[in-house]
T-cell receptor, first 113, second 114 residues
Framework: DQQVKQNSPSLSVQEGRISILNCDYT??????FLWYKKYPAEGPTFLIS?????DKNEDGRFTVFLNKSAKHLSLHIVPSQPGDSAVYFC????????????FGKGTHLIIQP | GAGVSQSPSNKVTEKGKDVELRCDPI?????LYWYRQRLGQGLEFLIY????????KSGLPSDRFSAERTGESVSTLTIQRTQQEDSAVYLC????????????FGPGTRLLVL
């Protein structure tokens, strides 16, 4: 049973527009959520995180929103740039530790020129 | 090097053979993790080493999988009697502490079992 779900395998967005990537989770014990970005033939790199005590965290063009009641989080990228084309993984943990980190299947974001 | 390195980058093997995958973590990182990513799937946690503590092996899918770490340096993941379902990208990560935000991933080893 998947505890972290990314239901869109791919997403295509025009350059300059907003990209919204979604993630749902089922385990109520998760209290820390992360987004990773992965280019082909490279390992994932940490992008942004949010603790369950917050509902929004912003870092430059990247904002993560958390809706605890809906067990849903989203990553907004605005404006989208060609270099943002990558696979984005949502991950969740209990307590922020890396052990036991649970990942979604990823969403392949394609930024169209 | 500055990052986590893994070798080989690609490995093709025949079903039933043993394979050994290597991870060189960032120097000084006490925590080391192995993950597996099968095609179309997310990353699956396999095993976690923290300093000299006993490793957390809770993610290993079967007793054909084992891993070792020498002190706080190199780790090897061994898969015995490989099966086709073992085909995946095996990713290693290390971190200075155990927090997810400080985790740095290697480029992975792409394993194909024929």
């Amino acid at each position: 049973d998947q505890q972290v779900k990314q239901n869109s395998p791919s997403l295509s967005v025009q350059e300059g527009r907003i990209s919204i990537l979604n993630c749902d989770y089922t385990n109520s014990m998760f209290d820390y959520f992360l987004w990773y970005k992965k280019y082909p033939a490279e390992g994932p790199t940490f992008l942004i995180s949010i603790s369950s005590i917050k509902d929004k965290n912003e870092d430059g063009r990247f904002t993560v929103f958390l809706n605890k009641s809906a067990k849903h989080l989203s990553l907004h990228i605005v404006p989208s740039q060609p270099g943002d084309s990558a696979v984005y993984f949502c991950a969740a943990s209990v307590g922020g530790g890396a052990d036991g980190l649970t990942f979604g299947k990823g969403t392949h974001l394609i930024i169209q020129p | 090097g500055a990052g986590v390195s893994q070798s080989p980058s690609n490995k093709v093997t025949e079903k039933g053979k043993d394979v050994e995958l290597r991870c060189d973590p960032i120097s000084g990182h006490t925590a080391l993790y192995w993950y597996r990513q099968r095609l179309g799937q997310g990353l699956e946690f396999l095993i976690y080493f923290q300093g000299n503590s006993a490793p957390d092996k809770s993610g290993l899918p079967s007793d054909r999988f084992s891993a070792e770490r020498t002190g706080e340096s190199v780790s090897t993941l061994t898969i015995q009697r490989t099966q086709q379902e073992d085909s995946a990208v095996y990713l290693c990560a290390s971190s200075l502490m155990s927090s997810a935000e400080t985790q740095y991933f290697g480029p992975g080893t792409r394993l194909l079992v024929l």
